[in-house]
Nanobody, 124 residues
């Protein structure tokens, strides 16, 4: 079992920044993947970013490249998402998720464990 707890959401004006964190527990993390997804009201959950616990090149959806940065703190079993230059269209509930595989996937069905979600609202 893997437990994931997100924090750091909130309300910010367009152009501002937020940092989301996800604390993971329950097992040893190595080459597995941690991802961030988001879900806007009435829409499907969509991939945002992902990275292996062991490091390596992160992957991002095109709409956040250059603005969002995913990072992992192995010492504290925490994955973070730094979000800069936020836009109203970034408004959504953000979820961290765990994928027990070495290979990336943007499909939320490929992730077995999820956090409870944290709301990010960007005002114009």
């Amino acid at each position: 079992q893997v437990q994931l707890v997100e924090s750091g959401g909130g309300l910010v004006q367009a152009g501002g920044s937020l940092r989301l964190s996800c604390a993971a527990s329950g097992r040893t993390f190595s080459t597995n993947i941690m991802g961030w997804f988001r879900q806007a009201p009435g829409k499907e959950r969509k991939f945002v970013a992902a990275m292996r616990w062991s490091g390596g090149t992160p992957v991002y959806t095109d709409s956040v490249k250059g603005r969002f940065t995913i990072s992992i703190d192995n010492a504290n079993n925490t994955v973070s998402l730094q979000m800069n230059s936020l836009k109203p269209e970034d408004t959504a509930v953000y979820y961290c998720a765990f994928r027990d595989s070495f290979y990336h996937s943007p499909d939320p069905r490929a992730y077995a464990y999820w956090g409870q979600g944290t709301q990010v609202t960007v005002s114009s």
